[in-house]
């Protein structure tokens, strides 16, 4: 108590109703500016009770100081966390370094002679976490009060319950409180009034995570009220219906995802195989050639631009694809422009070439797989439910592949290479007659379409490891998209990536990655039976040419 308002406190009781109206207003008015002054925080006798003596009597003393949110309590017990408070004789301090602080004040108080660690077992330093997430629930960082809360979901503690009362009615983020009641729930369902367990049972009908479910499932078990038992079963099949949406639409996304890789892997080679008629087998070689010059860029960023690392994907972006086109070009102009027509020769030129830019990659960066690091903005991911989360670079990546699509979509439509390169495809001879370099454009042709490999393979240095064989997992898969898309059809090609992944994660999620991929494989080869042209035909004069 403050000496001026216990002075005041005790003069108004001398005086009693004679007592003038002035000097009680004023009593009123000092004592509600000191009351917050005056809060209760944590004692050194709460701190000793927390600190030593028997675990259940320990965490006793933790749940009283949370039960009060007693200023200081949250910075005492995050330096036990750190294992920075010690024993002096019987006085809690906490030493950091050779410095000691007072655990109540904070002050810097002389290093004790002698003191012993605080030792705290397992379950301690379990209560301890539990306790420090609980009481950053009222912390007025959004993001921290989310993660106390997702701390607290998989250990409900009737303990704790008071602080989170207190934290609901004081929450604004509409998606933390809907979790705060969600733990509030979980921890009345282990309450000893019936009436309580079946509001808590039916409130955790609204919930969508896994580990609500796991609860549900435990509390089934030790559950003897047949009206809890029948209200937690009622919201069991009400989380699985939703957990069952979320696992599709999980398993929806990675199809498309997958299909967005494919349809990158496939662009390039719908222009040399679908439009030149060339078997590039080396294409999966130039992807990976994309993949080693964002690494290479990435490395660069890292020595000499360490703050701007997070930008460094954008640069590696342009050099993947230059360094995948200038490859092309040079293979296009040194062996490939004698093989037009000879579609065998071809094939084994380009099988060829590609053993002799993996042994190229062996030694230049060593046959280990390198790491390619996500920037920032790439990492983590869009939690929508309890059950289904995208990842960022996943999601970046279709976005990527959407762009690269639309852009030669208008390169080959609208711009005059595209009509060079129709017109060289369609009718090499007349090209030529009209004065189109046919030997230009075919070295531009397999330049761009190299380029998007080496692009390709910038995406998928995001999703996974680099090595010398990064190629080989997707050149199959590629020339089946292209083949079921439709020889030259780029439509075909968005159709086909699409579908060969949403058809190969559903199978995935039944038989096996394995089966899936022969499953897809006896599909491809039944539907080409049936449809040689693939979904989607040449028409017109091309079509017979």
Not at 46 to 72: C, F, K, M, V, Y
Not at 151 to 156: I, M, S
Not at 390 to 406: E, K, Q, S, T, Y
Not at 474 to 490: K, P, S, W
């Amino acid at each position: 108590m403050f000496p001026v308002l216990a002075w005041l406190k005790a003069l108004l009781i001398v005086l009693g109703s004679n007592a003038p109206r002035w000097l009680c207003t004023g009593a009123f008015a000092i004592n509600a500016l000191l009351l917050p002054l005056s809060a209760h925080a944590l004692t050194i006798e709460q701190a000793r009770a927390i600190a030593s003596g028997e675990t259940d009597a320990r965490i006793a003393a933790i749940n009283t100081a949370l039960a009060e949110s007693q200023p200081g309590t949250l910075e005492f017990l995050q330096a036990l966390a750190a294992d920075e408070v010690k024993l002096a004789g019987d006085k809690p301090v906490i030493v950091r370094g050779d410095k000691a602080f007072d655990v109540v004040s904070a002050a810097a108080i002389a290093m004790p002679s002698a003191a012993e660690d605080v030792v705290n077992n397992n379950r301690m330093r379990g209560e301890i976490d539990n306790a420090i997430a609980a009481l950053s629930l009222l912390s007025s960082d959004a993001k921290v009060r989310l993660e106390a809360v997702k701390a607290l979901q998989g250990e409900p503690d009737e303990g704790k319950l008071p602080l989170i009362e207190k934290a609901l009615a004081a929450e604004s983020d509409a998606q933390i409180k809907a979790q705060l009641v969600m733990v509030r729930a979980a921890i009345m369902l282990g309450s000893s009034e019936v009436a309580k367990r079946i509001e808590a049972a039916r409130e955790l009908a609204s919930a969508n995570e896994p580990s609500i479910k796991l609860l549900i499932n435990e509390r089934l078990k030790v559950e003897t009220d047949n009206g809890v038992k029948n209200a937690l079963e009622t919201s069991l099949q009400a989380i699985n219906a939703k957990l069952v949406w979320g696992e599709r639409l999980a398993a929806a996304f990675s199809g498309i995802s997958l299909g967005s890789i494919l349809l990158l892997v496939a662009l390039g080679l719908a222009i040399t195989y679908g439009l030149m008629g060339v078997i590039n087998m080396a294409h999966g070689e130039l992807m990976m050639i994309g993949a080693y010059a964002t690494y290479v860029v990435q490395g660069l960023f890292r020595q000499y631009l360490p703050g701007a690392f997070d930008v460094y994907l954008l640069a590696a972006i342009p050099v993947a694809f230059a360094s995948a086109a200038l490859v092309g070009a040079a293979m296009e102009r040194t062996v490939i422009r004698f093989l037009y027509g000879r579609p065998l020769e071809t094939l084994l030129a380009t099988w060829g070439i590609s053993l002799v830019l993996m042994q190229a990659v062996r030694t230049i960066f060593g046959a280990q797989n390198v790491t390619v690091e996500n920037p920032s903005w790439m990492s983590g991911s869009v939690q929508l439910m309890g059950s289904l989360a995208l990842p960022w670079n996943r999601i970046i990546i279709l976005g990527f592949a959407l762009f690269v699509l639309l852009a030669m979509a208008l390169l080959i439509g609208r711009t005059r290479l595209g009509l060079f390169v129709r017109s060289v495809t369609q009718n090499r001879s007349m090209a030529s007659c009209m004065g189109v370099n046919t030997a230009r454009v075919d070295t531009s042709a397999f330049a761009l379409g190299s380029g998007v490999a080496g692009l390709a393979g910038c995406a998928l240095s995001q999703i996974g490891n680099v090595g010398p064989d990064l190629g080989q997992s997707y050149i199959v898969d590629a020339f089946m998209v292209v083949v079921l898309g439709g020889v030259g059809q780029l439509a075909g090609t968005v159709y086909a990536a699409m579908g060969l992944g949403v058809v190969n994660k559903l199978i995935e999620g039944w038989a096996g990655a394995v089966l899936a991929k022969i499953a897809v494989l006896l599909i491809i080869v039944v539907f080409i039976q049936k449809r040689p042209q693939g979904l989607f035909a040449l028409k017109g004069r091309s079509a017979e040419a």
